[in-house]
């Protein structure tokens, strides 16, 4: 992005109306929330947290997501390996 944090704040603040402070608000709520996800999906790949957790975390669908997309990677893994 061209335009620094602070004109970002200001130009949102600015057109939607709101104070800076309520859009610093939503952004932290908004980045944390994305920083979460990411650190539950790691833990989880790790064996470090259950299944039954992220299931209430992130929801059934996503975590099948998640894990077809980890099952098809240690495919290819294990199929390139053979073949290394």
Do not use: C, N
């Not at 970002?8 to 920083?35: S, Y």
Request: proline residues 1%.
């Amino acid at each position: 992005m061209s335009r620094s944090l602070a004109e970002q704040i200001e130009f949102v603040a600015t057109h939607q109306r709101r104070q800076e402070a309520e859009v610093l608000a939503d952004a932290l709520r908004a980045g944390l929330a994305e920083i979460y996800q990411d650190a539950l999906v790691q833990a989880f790949l790790a064996g470090e947290v259950p299944r039954t957790w992220m299931v209430e975390e992130i929801g059934a669908d996503r975590l099948r997501e998640i894990e077809q997309r980890r099952d098809a990677f240690e495919k290819d893994l294990a199929w390139g390996l053979k073949r290394a």
